[in-house]
């Protein structure tokens, strides 16, 4: 595996089951409210900063998890995929990537296809049958509980990139004034 994590520039993510326990919360309005996990949005960010593509392939239609990865800085979201391959391949030939260069995270029979055909793929512990079957690597952690931060930090140590630069002393609002 360890070859594989050295050749990644890319992370594809699944929503709901991934990023997201996959419980969904109804409100009285018809408001769709999901729960993420901080530790896998700062490792997004972090491996964004470090020059790692990100994308977002999900059937999830809500406004609210097109906000959640606009906030995070995620250009790359496709919502709605009822089908997800046409997305994916469109995805590779706008961003000019090779599958090799791709980790998948996924956790149910949608995303199978995909990930049968990306260098390495993840899913979380909590994962449907298949989806174990066919993934290169389980995580340990469930959707929603790390599972993203997981293969994210994998990698980045891997290739020397877990790490954030330290501000100097003259960076920020801590400035001497006197």
């Known amino acids: 595996m360890l070859d594989k994590l050295k050749q990644i520039t890319t992370f594809i993510f699944d929503v709901d089951g991934v990023l997201?326990?996959?419980?969904?919360?109804?409100?009285?309005?018809?408001?769709?409210?999901?729960?993420?996990?901080?530790?896998?949005?700062?490792?997004?960010?972090?491996?964004?900063?470090?020059g790692y593509h990100v994308c977002i392939i999900t059937g999830a239609k809500s406004k609210s998890v097109g906000l959640r990865?606009?906030?995070?800085?995620i250009d790359?979201?496709?919502?709605?995929?009822?089908?997800?391959?046409?997305?994916?391949e469109d995805f590779l030939n706008n961003a000019n990537l090779k599958r090799e260069e791709i980790v998948y995270v996924g956790d149910d029979l949608p995303d199978q296809e995909i990930m049968e055909q990306v260098a390495l793929s993840v899913c979380p512990a909590d994962a449907v049958e298949e989806i174990k079957n066919c993934a290169g690597y389980i995580?340990?952690?469930?959707?929603?509980?790390?599972?993203?931060?997981?293969?994210?930090?994998?990698?980045?140590?891997v290739k020397g990139d877990w790490f954030v630069e330290k501000p100097s002393a003259n960076d920020g609002a801590l400035k001497n004034k006197g």
């Open 20 to 50: 997201t326990d996959g419980k969904i919360l109804i409100t009285e309005n018809g408001d769709q409210l999901r729960q993420y996990n901080i530790k896998d949005g700062y490792a997004i960010q972090l491996a964004m900063g470090k």
């Open 69 to 73: 990865m606009q906030g995070l800085g």
């Open 76 to 88: 790359h979201v496709y919502l709605g995929a009822s089908y997800k391959m046409p997305l994916f």
């Open 139 to 157: 995580s340990e952690f469930k959707g929603g509980q790390g599972v993203v931060r997981d293969i994210i930090e994998k990698v980045l140590k």
